[in-house]
């Protein structure tokens, strides 16, 4: 009771601190305390525990002594590493998880969009997740028909807001997830992670957007690795790590500071030339006017075309929606391919076409080798399982024995760099945290052909390298990677060639230089 008390007064005291800053969401003291191999709150992870016979009375502190003020007008950029507890303080904020101590005060309703897709249905199209999801938020169908034309402009995904969620890449999702939580009448809105998989031009969409925002008198903390986004359209930063608040203040200051306390990797050298010589220079993926084709049902109003009562509002025809059309390259060994463009640009249909998990509708598609493939953060995971439980699962998933994994074990566990976390549910992970444990299992494999999509782009900038590293090493063990990514630094730095879509057709394909400074200019001059 003392601490609450004097928590409570501390918070008096700096009500008043930030003059003409109205104070909308506060804390203080603010701590979060899981439990080694344990759920906190549900009846599933209770009977896992039990079942496994796993009772770890350790505490692991995701969050310890937090105190954080959010102001009308604001938009923070929380910054850090991979558990460093920023999706704890965004579930903290958003009201969705219970401190273990200090206080917080909300003076404002809270929205969060905290995980791609989290409350999407895959089998429902985008245009009916946004009924919803809006409805599960409290608006009536009435309300959501007036949003739905700014939310289906904004997200900018064409027919594809008619197609199924199964068909989105993780890109696509954040379109529509953003742009269904920024049309939302909360004072606060809290953004988890959601940009770093968005490309170049959603980026400044959602920058743009969220100034737009703040003169609205609403506020936005937004949790991200796109630390130039940050720089650019933030107005405060906080740069947590190991749970409390490491520096706060100006994006450009605080941004630097955490820079510069990045590990300095040595990169590793390797000669391409010199592979490809050794392995006899092969084919491994050829694709030969490869075409995917979906079908969605189309109004008569969305093809402004008249029926025969004149309005056009009451018939529907078949329509061919072609996610990739005319696609032809050919992927030789000891390659590293980064695969770029916009979202919905056909790059996700590529990779799952390429693992046989999409059947090609026209052209021919040949692979030689094994393909071992990371498509979606967390895929496969059990989320009532720690993180060490899940590298056995997806080992053995993946084909492994648990003999192999064993062996493995301790080098997934080294090379995740999760520290205390790996002992935690998966449930509690961020996506960050979840693509150090995937990319971990997957890079220990040597697969034939490695393909990554979208993955990377939750990760810090520390586990960027780390993974740059660990990519231009299996080259030496693999036949070839494709990188689907929207990170061109990387693609600039690791990547051997480029490769640029652009609505399902190949726009570029050369040397990474090239082909980038091509897309750059295509998006600054939408």
Request: proline letters at 3%; a neutral charge.
């Given at each position: 009771m003392a601490?609450?008390?004097?928590?409570?007064?501390?918070?008096?005291?700096?009500?008043?601190?930030?003059?003409?800053?109205?104070?909308?969401?506060?804390?203080?003291?603010?701590?979060?305390?899981?439990?080694?191999?344990?759920?906190?709150?549900?009846?599933?992870?209770?009977?896992?525990?039990?079942f496994r016979r796993s009772d770890r009375s350790r505490e692991i502190w995701a969050l310890k002594n937090i105190d954080l003020r959010i102001s009308v007008g604001e938009i923070v950029g929380v910054i850090g590493r991979n558990g460093a507890g920023k999706t704890t303080l965004?579930?903290?904020?958003?009201?969705?998880?219970?401190?273990?101590?200090?206080?917080?005060?909300?003076?404002?309703?809270?929205?969060?969009?905290?995980?791609?897709?989290?409350?999407?249905?895959?089998?429902?199209?985008?245009?009916?997740?946004?009924?919803?999801?809006?409805m599960m938020l409290g608006y009536?169908?009435?309300?959501?028909?007036?949003?739905?034309?700014?939310?289906?402009?904004?997200?900018?995904?064409?027919?594809?807001?008619?197609?199924?969620?199964?068909r989105y890449s993780s890109g696509m999702r954040a379109r529509l997830?953003?742009?269904?939580?920024?049309?939302?009448?909360?004072?606060?809105?809290?953004?988890?992670?959601?940009?770093?998989?968005?490309?170049?031009?959603f980026q400044q969409r959602a920058g743009e957007k969220m100034q737009r925002l703040v003169n609205k008198a609403r506020s936005v903390v937004v949790v991200t690795h796109q630390l130039d986004f940050v720089e650019e359209y933030c107005t405060r930063s906080v740069w947590l790590e190991n749970g409390a608040v490491k520096s706060e203040g100006t994006p450009t200051d605080t941004v630097a500071q955490y820079r510069a306390s990045l590990p300095k990797r040595t990169p590793v050298q390797i000669s391409f030339t010199d592979t490809r010589r050794q392995l006899k220079p092969r084919t491994v993926i050829s694709a030969e006017r490869l075409g995917v084709r979906f079908r969605v049902q189309q109004s008569a109003v969305a093809r402004n075309e008249p029926t025969a009562d004149g309005n056009g509002g009451g018939t529907f025809s078949e329509h061919a929606l072609w996610a990739l059309r005319e696609v032809n390259f050919a992927l030789q060994q000891g390659e590293i391919l980064g695969v770029i463009g916009?979202?919905?640009?056909?790059?996700?249909?590529?990779?799952?076409?390429?693992?046989?998990?999409i059947k090609p509708d026209a052209g021919r598609l040949l692979v030689?080798?094994?393909?071992?493939?990371?498509l979606?953060?967390?895929?496969?995971?059990?989320a009532q399982l720690s993180g060490k439980d899940n590298i056995l699962l997806g080992g053995m998933m993946l084909g492994m024995r648990k003999r192999q994994l064993r062996e493995l074990y301790p080098q997934i566990v080294e090379f995740a760099e999760l520290g205390d976390a790996i002992d935690r549910p998966v449930k509690t992970f961020s996506a960050g945290m979840r693509t150090r444990l995937g990319f971990s299992i997957l890079a220990n494999l040597n697969p034939e052909v490695f393909i990554i999509d979208?993955?990377?782009?939750?990760?810090?900038?520390?586990?960027?390298?780390?993974?740059?590293?660990?990519?231009?090493?299996?080259?030496a063990e693999a036949d070839a990677v494709i990188v689907v990514t929207h990170d061109m630094q990387f693609v600039e730095r690791v990547c051997t060639r480029a490769l640029w879509l652009d609505a399902g057709r190949v726009r570029a394909d050369g040397k990474p230089e090239e082909v980038l400074g091509a897309y750059r200019q295509a998006v600054q001059a939408v």
């Open positions: 601490r609450l008390q004097l928590a409570q007064a501390r918070m008096a005291g700096t009500s008043d601190q930030l003059p003409g800053k109205t104070p909308l969401v506060e804390i203080l003291g603010v701590g979060v305390r899981f439990r080694g191999g344990r759920g906190r709150e549900d009846l599933q992870s209770l009977a896992y525990r039990i965004c579930r903290v904020l958003a009201g969705l998880l219970r401190p273990d101590c200090g206080i917080i005060s909300r003076h404002c309703e809270v929205s969060a969009l905290l995980a791609l897709g989290t409350g999407f249905n895959a089998e429902l199209s985008g245009e009916e997740n946004v009924y919803l999801n809006g009536s169908k009435k309300q959501l028909d007036r949003m739905l034309p700014e939310i289906t402009d904004f997200s900018d995904l064409g027919l594809f807001i008619k197609e199924p969620l199964k997830g953003f742009s269904i939580a920024s049309m939302l009448d909360a004072e606060v809105l809290v953004i988890d992670e959601t940009l770093s998989v968005g490309d170049l031009g916009r979202n919905g640009a056909g790059k996700t249909t590529l990779c799952r076409a390429l693992t046989g998990i030689s080798g094994r393909i071992t493939a990371l979606t953060v967390g895929a496969g995971f059990n979208e993955a990377l782009g939750a990760g810090d900038a520390s586990f960027q390298e780390k993974a740059s590293a660990r990519l231009q090493e299996l080259i």
